[in-house]
T-cell receptor
Framework: ELKVEQNPLFLSMQEGKNYTIYCNYS?????LYWYRQDPGKSLESLFV?????AVKQEGRLMASLDTKARLSTLHITAAVHDLSATYFC?????????????FGTGTRLKVLA | DSGVTQTPKHLITATGQRVTLRCSPR?????VYWYQQSLDQGLQFLIQ???????AKGNILERFSAQQFPDLHSELNLSSLELGDSALYFC?????????????FGPGTRLTVL
């Protein structure tokens, strides 16, 4: 069964600090997606990572993918309050002809001023 | 704005009732996905349609059904509603045929079952 686990589940950090969110998945896949969800709002696509070693950056967020370790990281540099949100990773794969798109549990990030 | 629309925004109903949620995908997207988000279950994939046909099924209850129409809009029907069905229901769409599947989410429908 495809499982996608994120840690930490909750993260409270001071503005200006750096931190990393981890996403582990249990099956072979070279496609990993990161989404952001503001409280009470919908999900917004942040990054699509398509190969081993892929790295993408947007502002203070940088995502990377290690398909051999089945691990993706979302690194936050010099956090600001506007980054407070819940971050989800997701993996898709086809196994025995069945397509699955599974989201992680989400990491709720709160950046304190 | 993702380009995906959902109606209604909010829905309040009673146990045992039936409701229909509607979704219009982004222009050009053939695939539609339905998700349920509740506090205790996280984001759960329910079902996917591609160009009118069911393509993948997740944790969708038998009381729930969906369809995608020729104009590509989709409806999610929830029947014999229970208190536990109260949740945010999201629709997402994507272009299928590329190597990857980046999904674009609608604003959601918040369902409250009393």
């Amino acid at each position: 069964e495809l499982k996608v686990e994120q840690n930490p589940l909750f993260l409270s950090m001071q503005e200006g600090k750096n931190y990393t969110i981890y996403c582990n998945y249990s099956t072979t896949s070279d496609r990993l997606y990161w989404y952001r969800q503001d409280p009470g709002k919908s999900l917004e696509s942040l990054f699509v990572l398509l190969s081993n070693g892929a790295v993408k950056q947007e502002g203070r967020l940088m995502a990377s993918l290690d398909t051999k370790a089945r691990l993706s990281t979302l690194h936050i540099t010099a956090a600001v309050h506007d980054l407070s949100a819940t971050y989800f990773c997701a993996v898709d794969t086809t196994t025995s002809g069945t397509y699955k798109y599974i989201f992680g549990t989400g990491t709720r990030l709160k950046v304190l001023a | 704005d993702s380009g995906v629309t959902q109606t209604p925004k909010h829905l309040i109903t009673a146990t045992g009732q039936r409701v229909t949620l509607r979704c219009s995908p982004r222009s050009g997207d053939l695939s539609v996905y339905w998700y349920q988000q509740s506090l205790d279950q996280g984001l759960q994939f329910l079902i996917q349609y591609y160009n009118g046909e069911e393509r993948a099924k997740g944790n969708i209850l038998e009381r729930f059904s969906a369809q995608q129409f020729p104009d590509l809009h989709s409806e999610l029907n929830l029947s014999s509603l229970e208190l536990g069905d109260s949740a945010l229901y999201f629709c997402a769409s994507s272009v299928v045929g590329t190597y990857y599947n980046e999904q674009f989410f609608g604003p959601g429908t918040r369902l409250t079952v009393l």
